[in-house]
């Protein structure tokens, strides 16, 4: 059994088990039961039902997983000769929902009996700076370096390092005479 159901101006084929990410649905809160109400066509393989606009009494289930954002889109604009070049990046704002069910006229569906995966909260990516990468590297590495030092210097003496060698400064080529 499939249906198709219009989410925020657009429209999805949704079946019962199913995740969808759909543009962000704002007012909806994380781990919530749903029920959408503008389907368009339903169908269970024998007998359909087109909707004008919409099928009276069917509604689907769905519970809010999470809200995020998608893919990063890069759009660039570019005029030849003119030294015009401008990149814009867009990242969607979206709301995950798990279709729990098609619900017929007069059908309730009972949320304990839900099939949708843990609920996961956003937690953004934490990017890892520079700074933040060579003092986590010269904090491990002392950790581990004075034992090492200590051992190394009470091992061998220091030894005076050796001043580095010139290169031999070259000679100018002699002068041809065009001169006869």
Do not use: C
């Amino acid at each position: 059994m499939y249906a198709i159901v219009e989410i925020a101006g657009q429209q999805f084929k949704v079946q019962a088990p199913q995740k969808l990410k759909v543009h962000r649905l704002e007012e909806l809160e994380e781990g919530k039961h749903v029920e959408l109400g503008n389907v368009l066509f339903v169908s269970d393989g024998a007998k359909t039902s087109v909707g004008t606009p919409v099928v009276d009494g069917v509604r689907i289930a769905a519970k809010v997983l999470a809200h995020s954002k998608g893919d990063k889109v890069l759009v660039g604009k570019k005029k030849r000769r003119k030294g015009f070049q401008k990149l814009n990046g867009h990242r969607q704002y979206l709301t995950e929902l798990w279709v729990e069910a098609i619900l017929a006229k007069g059908e309730k569906f009972d949320a304990s009996k839900s099939t949708a995966p843990a609920v996961k909260a956003y937690t953004p990516a934490v990017k890892k700076t520079r700074a933040t990468a060579e003092t986590t590297e010269v904090a491990t590495a002392k950790k581990k370096a004075p034992a090492k030092k200590a051992a190394a210097k009470k091992a061998a003496p220091a030894k005076a390092k050796a001043a580095p060698k010139k290169a031999a400064a070259k000679k100018a080529a002699p002068k041809k005479d065009d001169k006869k």
